[in-house]
């Protein structure tokens, strides 16, 4: 009970944070890719996101969008090599 008491003062907490584009980096099923969200900076640093988008490193191929419950909307981008 006290755990989801303080992921919901947690949400709470990001509802009034300046969001910015965020991304990180992702493998599936063996293909490079990159994900990148609209989050707080806070957020970020719990998933170990950096900020910016996916073309920042050269994943431009669209492969969809998802949804992160309590969190957010995800875009997935592939690419061929990191730079």
Same mark, same amino acid.
């Given at each position: 009970m =006290?755990?989801?008491?303080c992921? =919901?003062? =947690?949400?709470l ?7 910015k584009l965020h991304?990180?980096?992702?493998t ?6 990159c994900?990148e969200?609209t989050?707080?900076?806070?957020m970020?640093e719990?998933f170990?996101a950096?900020?910016g988008s ?5 994943c431009v191929?669209?492969?969809g969008?998802?949804k992160?419950p309590f969190?957010?909307?995800i ?9």
């Open positions: =006290f755990k989801k008491l992921k =919901f003062i =947690f949400l907490s990001q509802v009034n944070d300046d969001k991304y990180i980096r992702a599936v099923g063996g293909e490079k890719g994900v969200a989050i707080s900076d806070s970020a719990r170990k950096t900020r996916c073309s920042d490193i050269n191929v669209y492969k969008r998802g992160l969190c957010c909307e875009t997935g981008y592939s690419c061929n090599e990191y730079i």
